[in-house]
Nanobody, 123 residues
Framework: QVQLVESGGGLVQAGGSLRLSCAAS????????MGWFRQAPGKEREFVAA????????YYAGSVKGRFTISRDNAKNTMYLQANSLKREDTAVYYC????????????????WGQGTQVTVSS
């Protein structure tokens, strides 16, 4: 079992930056692939970024590639999402997710989810 808690969301102007964190409980965090997803009002939850258990291979949605960076610190049981050059269309609730398997980019492949943190980008 893994419990996930996101933090770091907030209100930011377009062009600004935020750093989201996902703190995980459990001794086996380092064995889990992790991902960030987001859901805007009236839209389905969508993939943002994912990272392997080792922090090696990373994957990004085309809409955030070059602006967002996913990383993890297994010693701290924490995953991060550095979001730069934010746009209004990045406004959403951001969720972190974990799976005890190889990294994946679809919501249905993840077993554990946090409660989400709101990111609002104003113009």
């Amino acid at each position: 079992q893994v419990q996930l808690v996101e933090s770091g969301g907030g209100l930011v102007q377009a062009g600004g930056s935020l750093r989201l964190s996902c703190a995980a409980s459990g001794r086996t965090f380092s064995r889990y692939a992790m991902g960030w997803f987001r859901q805007a009002p009236g839209k389905e939850r969508e993939f943002v970024a994912a990272i392997s258990w080792s922090g090696g291979p990373t994957y990004y949605a085309g809409s955030v590639k070059g602006r967002f960076t996913i990383s993890r610190d297994n010693a701290k049981n924490t995953m991060y999402l550095q979001a730069n050059s934010l746009k209004r269309e990045d406004t959403a609730v951001y969720y972190c997710a974990a799976r005890n398997a190889v990294v994946a980019t679809t919501t249905t492949n993840y077993d554990y989810w946090g409660q989400g943190t709101q990111v609002t980008v104003s113009s």
